[in-house]
């Protein structure tokens, strides 16, 4: 069975930063692609980030500003969130699949298997 747990979010100020991280089992993170995608309430699931093979993606709205990376050995993935700001608030999920082509990480149907979240706040 997949699983996957994101650490604990939190508050923090503008300008701040955040690492989130996801533990995976079932599966390990270097299988297929990984994302971060997040959600606020009436709000569609939005894409961050993903990781698949040697490459990273990101959406413009994080680009130069989020990091995604993976840990084989902890078989963990991380975002790290630098510069946040009080658009950057909500509510955090990383996600795994099966996707090979690169076009397709940016669809919520490209992952199979999703975290519960995690909320993040950025306020002052």
């Known amino acids: 069975q997949v699983q996957l747990v994101e650490s604990v979010g939190g508050l923090v100020q503008p300008v701040n930063s955040l690492t989130l991280s996801c533990v995976l089992s079932?599966?390990?993170?270097?299988?297929?692609?990984m994302g971060w995608f997040r959600q606020s309430p009436g709000k569609e699931r939005e894409f961050v980030a993903a990781?698949?093979?040697?490459?990273?993606y990101y959406s413009d709205s994080v680009k130069a500003r989020f990091t995604i990376s993976r840990n084989s050995a902890k078989n963990t993935v991380t975002i790290q969130m630098n510069s946040l700001e009080p658009e950057d608030t909500d509510d955090y999920v990383c996600?795994?699949?099966?996707?090979?082509?690169?076009?397709?990480?940016?669809?919520?149907?490209?992952?199979?298997?999703w975290g519960k979240g995690t909320k993040v706040t950025v306020s002052s």
């Open positions: 996600a795994a699949g099966p996707t090979r082509k690169t076009s397709q990480l940016r669809d919520t149907g490209a992952y199979y298997y």
């Open positions: 990781i698949k093979g040697g490459s990273t």
């Open positions: 079932g599966r390990t993170v270097s299988s297929g692609a």
